[in-house]
């Protein structure tokens, strides 16, 4: 699913160490990484005293890790990475939700919808065609009756 591979990117787009700048290129050099409990989903520790410590030494290394602007992935910086990984999947969810405002024939769910929409008018219109046989039959039912009724005092009327 979209989701799923969102978080795969993610999660790649973070580990991987950032290309182009010297000495802090990737979270665990900043005291950031993941529990050892994998039952906890890849949830980030930080190690408050070591990323104090790098912020300390050099913010503009720490700044470049997660800000570098680069041609390629592998050069850009953590931040920037995630934005273009999270508006790559908004563009893929966009195309099969839509978005305010998007007429339905312009994605995919739209499009299932307006199908679902031409199968209910179909089914209303079969319903509407059966109650109306059904209120035909009926008024020819209580007309047989209503002369079964009247032959039977006319019968009734000869006999007493």
Not at 45 to 52: A, S, V, Y
Not at 127 to 150: D, H, P, V
Request: proline share 1%; net charge positive.
């Amino acid at each position: 699913s979209t989701l799923k591979s969102l978080l795969t990117t993610m999660r790649s787009s973070l580990y991987t160490a950032v290309d182009g700048i010297t000495g802090k290129n990737n979270l665990s050099s900043l005291g950031i990484t993941t529990t050892k409990n994998y039952l906890e989903g890849g949830k980030l520790t930080i190690d408050e005293d070591k990323l104090r410590a790098a912020i300390s030494e050099d913010p503009n290394a720490v700044y470049n890790m997660f800000m570098a602007d680069g041609a390629e992935k592998g050069e850009k910086g953590l931040a920037r990475r995630l934005r273009d990984d999270i508006q790559s999947s908004m563009k893929v969810i966009t195309e099969k939700a839509g978005k305010a405002g998007y007429v339905n024939n312009n994605f995919t769910i739209g499009k299932m919808v307006n199908g679902l929409d031409t199968r209910i008018s179909a089914f209303e219109t079969k319903l509407a065609k059966l109650e109306s046989r059904y209120y035909s039959q009926f008024t020819a039912m209580e007309k047989a009756i209503q002369k079964a009724n009247s032959q039977s005092s006319s019968l009734a009327s000869y006999f007493s």
